[in-house]
């Protein structure tokens, strides 16, 4: 069964900081494309970061480029994000996914992936 379990997620005074993990089982994570997307109350999900399934290229959202980073465990067959910074206008939920793209040097978090997990929530607030 193809699994996406996201956690890491709390509450965090602004400034602070949270690293989320999303752990894969079912699959190898190695020949996808990992994702991170977030959807604040009343709003639409938007992409967040990505990184691509071969040489860990990267990309960001302008809202949190020099703050957040994308990395992957190919080993332990997880993802994370690690949130610095944090400002009150990133709480969200927070969701990871993955798309088959194998050996793949790109990633973009401008279409539909293919598996989700159930999401965990960041609140930033004092």
């Known amino acids: 069964q193809v699994q996406l379990v996201e956690s890491g997620g709390g509450l965090v005074q602004p400034g602070g900081s949270l690293r989320l993990s999303c752990a894969a089982s079912?699959?190898?994570?190695?020949?996808?494309?990992v994702g991170w997307f977030r959807q604040a109350p009343g709003k639409e999900r938007v992409g967040v970061s990505c990184?691509?399934?071969?040489?860990?290229?990267?990309y960001y959202a302008d809202s949190v480029k020099g703050r957040f980073t994308i990395s992957r465990d190919n080993a332990k067959n997880t993802a994370y994000l690690e949130m610095n910074s944090l400002k009150p206008e990133d709480t969200a939920v927070y969701y990871c996914?993955?798309?088959?793209?194998?050996?793949?040097?790109?990633?973009?978090?401008?279409?539909?992936?293919?598996?989700w997990g159930q999401g965990t929530l960041v609140t930033v607030s004092s």
């Open positions: 990184i691509s399934s071969s040489n860990g290229s990267t």
């Open positions: 079912g699959f190898t994570l190695d020949d996808y494309a």
């Open positions: 996914a993955a798309d088959p793209l194998p050996k793949s040097t790109w990633c973009s978090i401008y279409y539909e992936y293919d598996y």
